[in-house]
């Protein structure tokens, strides 16, 4: 049997780049698109001499030039921390608007099936508590993280106007907060800011007094959904992520624990439209997708600082 063709839009970036190892591990050609803004050539520096692999150095805010047949097309390519959003604004919504313009564009020509990698962001600084897919969000469109959140929210819009209008085949992951190898440690979220302070026994930074929560959900599991979401019928949005919720204050004192570090709690000021929960609701992924996640929190944090470690 012919094997199947999988384009990967930021796939050098940290979740991109274990999608890549996903697919190829199910026997999937993957061509792996990423201009490295914020993704790395290291984290794909082990697929590089595969067969089944290709790396593509390009920006997919520009028209995509595929040769051959495509089956799939997994659109990944965005900054996806604040600090990396706030500091490239125009780049986030260019991404978010013409890169999914772009991707959905090369699937309709390819007739491939569609993912877009959405958000939680999408919910925004949420009224209804935990998220279902049918809540409709509580989102700031002019505030400092609006070019992210409205950037994928657009994202979602256009994805389901090719769905109804081209008839075409997509799939929506709305993905809750990720935590794993190749994260990067200075890309100014929660988990990777702690563990390198904790490491290096600086003084751990909370924004706000540590009350807001927050659900991560480790990387094997949050690919194994987007994977088993891939190649489902379903084609309205699709939370994944792990319903097991934790304050910020209660991540940090565990990271301090796991990793025996001298580091301080030290409080700062919330930034603007900081969410303060965020739990994902996955009864539709359990019943659709029978996934549900399965790595617990100390074995993923324990996973994660030894990657950290090591690097």
Known sequence: MEKKTAIVTGGAGFLGSHLCDKLLENNIEVICIDNLLTGNSKNIEHLIDNDSFQFLKH?????????????????????????????????????????????????????????LASTSEVYGDPKVHPQS??????????????????????????????????????????????????????DGRALPAFISQALNGDDITIFGDGSQTRSFCYVSDLIDGIYKLLLSDEENPTNIGNPNEVTIEEIAEEIIT?????????????????????????????????????????EGLLKTIEYFKSI
């Open 258 to 298: 796991l990793t025996e570090s001298k580091s301080k709690i030290v409080h700062h000021k919330l930034p603007i439209d900081d969410p303060k929960v965020r739990q994902p609701d996955i009864s539709k992924a359990k019943n659709v997708l029978g996934w549900e996640p399965s790595v617990n929190r100390e």
């Open 59 to 115: 920006d997919v805010t520009d028209f995509i030039n595929i040769k051959g047949k495509v089956d799939y097309v997994l659109h990944f390519a965005s900054p996806a921390s604040p600090i990396d959003y706030l500091q490239l604004p125009i780049q986030t919504l260019k991404v978010g608007s013409l890169g999914t313009h772009n991707s959905l564009g090369l699937a309709k020509e390819k007739k491939a099936r569609f993912l």
């Open 133 to 186: 897919e049918d809540y409709w969000g509580n989102v700031n469109p002019i505030g400092p993280r609006g070019v992210y959140d409205e950037a994928k929210r657009f994202a979602e819009a256009i994805t389901m106007a090719y769905n109804r209008y081209h008839n075409m085949s997509t799939r929506i992951a709305r993905i809750f907060n990720t935590y794993g190898t190749r994260m990067r440690p200075n």
